[in-house]
């Protein structure tokens, strides 16, 4: 045979046809190596940021976990003159806004997917308000606050005065609304987690099998008794995990919350007096705190980052199970 | 020809037109009513933001607002040109630090991680991170950056967003890279290529439109953030260069920040600076994630 350098009748051949038979070349090995371990250690640093995050809170907490223990969870009062800490009225905060908030913007959430998702409206304006949608969700939660400030509070006092007044024996209504409170906090947060919860179900809603409506129709079935009977149950899981997503984002909301829930260190359940919540009393605490407040403060964080995180793994898990679900039916579809 | 054949019988055919008599239908009629009404008092506030933001803001937006300082207590006129520049100037940092770290890391997970466990648990780190309270960014970036270089600055604010970055811009990067049609990395192969030429010179640019999408994403999210640079980046009356040098060290204005100060104010000067300052804002981002949907649209699709 003849060697790879000529051809059969010894002429030389095309350098290039010489480059393929060799391989690539050195200087391609070292790029490709070298590529390759750049992917690889990005990737690897995504897990060392995150082991990061955790030491550095994790870590600059201990001084204040180690005083304070489990009674800073479970503890009203915050003296820090005393040097007493605890979270208690935050934690509760925190969970009651965030839950008044996914009332609303489930409700409306889900009915606004299942508006954009039911074949209610033309593909092309379903596809319009999917984007509007997108764009509010862009929102910077800065301006919800202000908007919160100068339009919500304004509007809810009246309302809020004649509830108390007539009735305030609801412990719901028991205080009257001064300014700033857990309502409108809450009001304006589900305004701001509604967009994430609709689009999710809508991702959700639209992932329902056509044949399975097509079967509800066939059987004689109206629009809302499909929609009820089966398009809604088949798409729950989706919808639990938008509600559960949802949830997390309105847990670690900061800045309308800083701006609008009172920032008052108090155990209550009326909608109308000020509160206070995690996030919120990192915001305001934070760039005031002396060296004892800052280990406290990050203890704080430490809680809040331990709610967070749980709450997103379990809405991803769902969500991760709702595709496996489905993925089969969807396939053999396409 | 049928004449000799019996007449068929009349069928009892049910009534197949709908009519809001019969209580089923009525139901659904109501629900779709119920819907719609819930959409529209939904879009209510949603329509009342954007109003405000054009009224209030519109009133007081002018050139000045650009090119000027933020007015002190009782001053009149001023502006926010030095929050636009920190906010660009800390997106800026943001972006360089996450972008590159973001598409490589979603090259590794698209492509070279396969079913890995290293590309599992990277994976759900980013998702983690995704939905991480923007404020614990901060926490982290004042830990981390400001008590160890000791002071506030923009770089310490440009960590804190690149912390909240880095994820989107990675999860929507594997996204992309993922949707490369599987034909065009085989003709590479094909052709001799290297994994990493494959990568670089077939599979990025072919994502190119989908990855443009999410670093501006993750832009116009990093621009309105304001709880990350509270405490990293705090805020400044002065512009980032001044007295003739760069002073990137030291704190940083931005104009969510610059929203927050604002809306607390009791002169009413700053409060109108604030809405204005909102209107910018809100401008800017919809500007971008505009552009990112128009990006998205060129996404080549398998």
Redesign the interface.
Known sequence: MASPLTSADSRPVDPIVVGIHSGPRRSETIFDRSFRGLCYGSALLTLVLMAGIVYQIGYRALPAVERCGWGFITSTRWDPAAEEFGVLPEIWGTFYSSIIALGLAGFFGISIAVLLSQDFLPPRVEGFFKHVIELLAAIPSVVYGLWGIFVVIPWLRPIAGWLHEYLGWIPLFGTSLSGPGLLPASLVLAIMILPTVSAISRDALKAVPIRLKEAAFGLGATRWETILGVTLPTASRGLFGALVLGFGRALGETMALAMLVGNSNQLSISLFSPANTLAALLANQFPEAGEREEPVLLYAALVLMAMTIAVNLIGAIILQQTSARFGGVLDEQR | MSSGEPPLPPIDLPRLERSLRHP??L??AL??L???L??L??CI??F??LL??LY?GGRSLSLASFTELPPAALQAGGGFGNAIVGTALMVAIAAVLSV???I??A???AL??GDSK??W??R??????A??????????A???VVTTFGGYSAPAGGVALA?LM?PIV?LTAEQAIRMVPTRMKEAAVGM?C????V??KVVLPTAMPGILTGVM?AV??A?????PL??TA?FSNYWVVHDGELRWLEPTASL?VL??NF??SPFDNQ?EQ??AA?LV??LL??VV??TA?AFSRKQIRD
């Open positions: 089923r239908s139901l659904s629900l779709s119920m819907t719609g819930a959409t008092v939904a506030p949603l009342s933001v405000m933001l209030r590159p770290m973001g490589l890391a090259v590794f997970l070279l991680g290293l590309a648990a990277v759900l780190t980013a998702k983690t991170l939905g991480f309270p923007s404020i614990l960014a901060g926490v982290f004042y830990a981390a912390v880095l990675m001799g290297t994994p990493s030429q990568v670089c994403l116009a999210r621009a309105g953030e304001t709880a509270l405490f705090l969510a929203i927050y809306s607390g409060v604030a809405w909102a804002l809100v981002v919809l994630n505009v949907q």
